[in-house]
């Protein structure tokens, strides 16, 4: 970096500060914006204090009288404009100015209400995004973080969250009550961090010995094209870079490879176990839209590795025992035969050693993760009871929840917004003809107008759970 005057370098970070400031002001007004106003004070109230302590800096260089004021000010940049930066990308997220379609306040709640299963000290935003992917990121200790450098005092912790946690989610999906069962998984990424699960689990895995030292041999063997002036020689990339750099190379790619899945199978068994399921169903048809059932990459395993270990997880569930539906009970093992069948391991030799070392760790990874979500794994025990009343009560007679309760007088049965996605799920897979009947959709065929009536419905029925919830507590 080049030094600056001082003059004006403290009128950029001033008036970069200013500008922050009035990006903020814009968000917490904006009549679009759903986003949590003590992250937007939080900012605001470190800008405040860093821009007072810049001013402070700057006047003490001033009056030191500093012989090479311009390389105290460079030195002092190094520190404010990564800052500055940083907070300007947070607030980016917020300011895009394409019409975005939100996710119900139904569906906000019910989410809130699962992640708080994990933590009681958060605030949890939904970001809609042009992109197709669900996505999850989130802060701890945000102001400690941000004030730190600075030796900022008077920023009372207290006053906002310990956890900052955005859901970001395709903005065509944000109706889709039923295929939005996968923020479970985004929302165990939460999980996995904050408890440390996967770095717990890590400890105890090693590369495969065999496929390592396999891949390594044929990495040697592989030709590479070398000119030496005019004549080109063929050489291999064992005599270009040696054998050992390029062993330390491959074991630093197939561990970073290794870490990334062994997270996204921590998060889809949490998830598992929490929406019992509704989660398997809603990760089938999520890969189905994206096609990507076969496709391995450097941060996810293939999607019919995770169906397969999936549904290997509702049968321990005893999901294949106690679920009574003929149709449910057709579909899993329908799914499970032609997982078993065309479930194939990744061609890339790097992929196929972290598959095998993985695949090798299952069901240790297994039944640690059994151990820790005990406390809030689904109960398949009353699963039949629960989703078979929702279901002849509510969705197939469209009656509204509340009118349910006040005449039988059974509040419980709703109480559970877990069984009510699921009794949804069951409806949509193996129900549609009754539904449509019920609802005179004249082409039983028509997807798309039967979920789109059944989100409602769904919708309705978790917010007469949080209705409830309320008047209970």
């Known amino acids: 970096m080049s030094a600056i005057p001082i003059k004006d370098f403290e009128q950029q970070i001033v008036s970069k500060i200013d ?44 009056s030191a009288g500093f012989e090479n004021e311009e390389e105290e000010v460079t030195t002092f ?32 709640f019910a989410l809130r209400n699962l992640t708080s299963k994990f933590s009681k000290d958060f605030k949890l935003t939904l970001v809609p995004s042009c992109e197709y992917i669900y996505k999850v990121y989130s802060f701890q200790n945000l102001y400690e973080r941000l004030a730190k450098p600075f ?12 956890w900052f946690f955005f859901l970001q989610y395709p903005n065509i999906e944000a109706q889709n009550i039923l295929l939005n069962c996968v923020f479970a998984h985004e929302i165990a990424h939460f999980k996995d961090f904050q408890d440390q699960i996967s770095e717990s689990l890590i400890k105890d895995i090693h590369i495969e010995e065999k496929a390592f030292g396999e891949l390594i041999e044929r990495q040697l063997k592989e030709p590479i094209e070398k000119l030496e002036g005019e004549k080109p020689q063929q050489l291999t990339f064992k005599d270009v870079w040696g054998k050992e750099r390029i062993e330390r190379d491959l074991y630093k790619m197939v561990t970073v490879i290794t870490r990334n899945w062994l997270t996204e199978i921590v998060a889809d068994l949490l998830a598992l ?28 395993p293939a999607s019919s590795w995770r169906i397969k270990y999936c549904i290997d997880e509702l049968k321990e569930l ?28 990744p061609e890339s ?42 279901k002849k009560e509510f969705f197939l007679k469209c009656i509204p929840p509340i009118a349910v309760w006040n005449a039988k007088k059974e509040k419980s049965i709703y109480f559970n917004k877990i069984y009510i996605i699921n009794a949804a799920w069951e409806v949509f897979l193996t129900e549609k003809e009754n539904f449509c009947k019920n609802f005179d959709i004249k082409n039983i065929d028509d997807s798309v107008k039967a ?4 989100n409602k419905l769904t919708l309705k029925a978790i917010e007469g759970s949080d209705l409830l919830e309320l008047c209970q507590a």
Request: hydrophobic share 40%; aromatic share 12%; proline share 2%.
């Open 318 to 345: 005893g999901a294949f025992d106690t679920i009574k539906n003929k149709k449910i009970k057709l579909y899993l093992n329908t799914w499970k035969k032609h997982i078993d069948k065309s479930h194939r391991k």
């Open 19 to 62: 500008a922050l400031r009035s990006m903020i002001s814009f968000i917490k007004y904006s009549k679009r914006a759903r986003v949590p106003m003590e992250f937007m004070e939080l900012l605001e109230d470190v800008l405040v204090k860093v821009k007072e302590k810049f001013l402070l800096e700057v006047k003490d260089i001033r």
């Open 77 to 108: 940049a190094l520190t404010f404009m990564p800052f500055i930066r940083e907070i300007h990308e947070k607030l980016c997220v917020f300011l895009d100015t394409s019409e975005h379609i939100y996710l119900s306040n139904e569906t906000l």
């Open 451 to 454: 979920i789109e009536v059944l």
């Open 151 to 162: 030796n900022i005092e008077g920023i009372e912790s207290n006053n906002y969250p310990n």
């Open 273 to 300: 176990r929490t929406l019992g399921p509704a989660f398997l169903y809603s990760l089938i048809q999520y890969s189905l839209l994206l096609q990507i059932m076969h496709n391995y990459s450097d941060s996810h």
């Open 349 to 390: 030799g790097i992929y196929n050693v972290s598959f095998l070392t993985l695949q090798n760790a299952l069901d240790k990874i297994r039944r640690y993760i059994r151990v820790v979500s005990k406390t809030f794994t689904i109960d398949m025990k009353i699963y039949n009871k629960e989703t078979d009343k929702i």
